[in-house]
């Protein structure tokens, strides 16, 4: 449960980070100088990797499996009666 919560927050992340760096688009349209837009391209292109990666982490947190228990075989039962007696 907890892999899938984390996975969840991750993915969840990653897409906030994908709309921030796409809003950056309309500030670059916007800006007042050639130094404002290079800065706001640079910031997308910082956010659209943080996105990726948040993607990518949210992907194998899901992915992970839980460890397996290993059943043990039972040591001291009786098998078969020595005597010829039904067991039981």
């Known amino acids: 449960m ?7 927050v991750l993915s969840a992340g990653a897409i ?24 706001y391209t640079l910031l997308a292109i910082v956010l659209g990797c943080a996105a990726l990666a948040l993607a990518g982490l949210g992907l194998v947190a899901e992915q992970r499996k839980e460890p397996q228990k290993i059943h043990k075989v039972p040591e001291n039962t009786v098998k078969k009666a020595v005597c010829g007696r039904k067991v039981g």
């Open 2 to 8: 907890k892999k899938k919560i984390t996975g969840s």
């Open 16 to 39: 906030v980070l994908g709309l921030a760096a796409a809003g950056c688009g309309g500030a670059i349209e916007n800006a007042a100088n050639g130094w404002a837009m290079l800065g």
